[in-house]
């Protein structure tokens, strides 16, 4: 039999039993329940706009304060007017957030300025604009020019993180414990009799790491199905390249940890010796997992999120994040993931053959040096 033939017979068999399975089915649904319910609840059980301070310069017509205060009531918000000196002090305001909106009236009566810092609350400059009677034209005034797509990219870039970690560890783990199983129950030692130890291990990742794509498409597409409905978001211009960057980092990312851990359960005889054997790997994918949250997202462009881009166990989610937000550069997702294949690829030999030494074995947990050995031996 070819290798070939060999690991795709494994990955088959890897797809239709796990495919099948109850776990499979029930993490299907948990994941595409979850997304579903993360975007349409806020809007369902959010307590509203709450109270927004509207800043006024200039001298406003007397009947302003009782029809903004009617028709902000029949919109479910409550606006407290916080007359200022001047412009200059409004729009300081503005600044500082002590504002969320200044309205302008100049001395020599023309159209009045409707300013924001960045625009986005939809909802106040609608009551604003209805408080007038008859209704005039108001010009509009953003501080400080934002870009449309910049907050719905910053989601895709947080939410994007979130899915690669989830997908990668929950597969992962699947290949940790998957190998564990046919160790306690000896049948790995069928399967060994007619196709090499490194053929089973490529073929386990290779099978439920499809299982993964698959779950991590459909939950893509539920989504952006769901937030496009229920007009919680438009999607940006960038959508089609994230999501391409995701499932290319996916594959990536769950190739390099999947392999890492199927090699640590080779190690163990039991599934509570491989937990403790995948502390490394777990520690790792979580420092890259908060790594990302909390340093690359907000500096995407910096110093530290550039070097992690060239770091293989961290740069399968750093790169996307950094693609969603437009802050990485051609050359640097090219390099990447050349540095990540040839990471996979060095833990393929390596590991290949540590797990060719240790899967055969039973009784105490393995160590590395003496998987090795056992390995060159055979």
């Given amino acids: 039999m070819s290798r070939r033939r060999a690991i795709w017979l494994v990955a088959r068999r890897e797809i239709l039993e796990r495919g099948r399975s109850r776990a499979f089915a029930l993490s299907l649904l948990f994941s595409v329940g979850l ?5 349409v609840l806020p809007s369902l059980i959010g307590s ?10 200039g001298t406003p017509p007397a009947s302003l304060a009782g029809s903004l205060s009617a028709t902000a009531e029949q919109a479910g918000l409550l606006i407290v007017v916080d ?3 001047d412009v200059a002090t409004g729009e300081a305001g503005l600044r500082s957030g ?17 300013e924001v810092k960045t625009r986005g609350n939809a909802l106040l400059q609608q009551v604003v604009a209805a408080s007038f009677t008859p209704q005039p034209q108001i010009a ?16 895709f870039a947080n939410v994007g993180v979130i899915l690669l970690f989830i997908s990668i560890f929950t597969f992962g783990t699947w290949v940790l414990t998957g190998v564990v199983e ?3 129950s000896r049948v790995v030692e069928v399967v060994l009799s007619t196709i090499e130890a490194r053929d089973l291990l490529i073929g386990k990742v290779l099978g439920i790491g499809l299982l993964g794509l698959v779950q991590l498409a459909l939950m893509i597409a539920v989504g952006l199905g769901t937030g496009v409905a229920s007009g919680r978001f438009s999607p940006p211009s960038t959508t089609v390249s994230t999501v391409a960057m995701l499932v290319v980092w996916f594959s990536l990312g769950y190739a390099f940890y999947s392999t890492a851990l199927g090699v ?15 502390s490394p790997v777990t520690f790792i994918a979580m420092s890259g997992y908060f790594f990302s949250l909390l340093v690359a997202l907000n500096d995407p462009a910096g110093t530290a999120a550039r070097i992690a881009t060239f770091i293989p166990p961290v740069s399968s989610m750093v790169v996307p994040l950094r693609a969603a937000l437009g802050a990485i550069e051609a050359w640097e997702i090219v390099g ?19 797990y060719s030494g240790a899967v055969l074995q039973t009784g105490a947990r393995m160590k590395l040096r003496d998987a090795w050995r056992a390995s060159g031996r055979g």
Avoid at 35 to 39: K, S
Avoid at 337 to 354: P, W
């Fill in 264 to 278: 640590l359960g080779a190690l163990a005889s039991r599934m509570e010796e491989a937990s403790n054997a995948s």
């Fill in 35 to 39: 997304i579903v319910a993360g975007i």
């Fill in 182 to 184: 046919e160790k306690q």
């Fill in 98 to 114: 002590d504002l969320g909106a200044l309205l302008v009236f100049p001395p020599d009566g023309n159209v009045p300025t409707y």
């Fill in 140 to 155: 509009f005034r953003e501080l400080e020019p934002s870009d449309p797509n910049r907050d719905t990219s910053f989601l």
């Fill in 336 to 354: 990447s993931a050349v540095v990540m294949c040839a990471a996979i690829g060095a833990l393929f030999v390596v590991g290949g053959r540590v």
């Fill in 83 to 85: 007359p200022v000196a």
């Fill in 48 to 57: 509203g706009p709450g109270t927004q301070h509207l800043g006024i310069a």
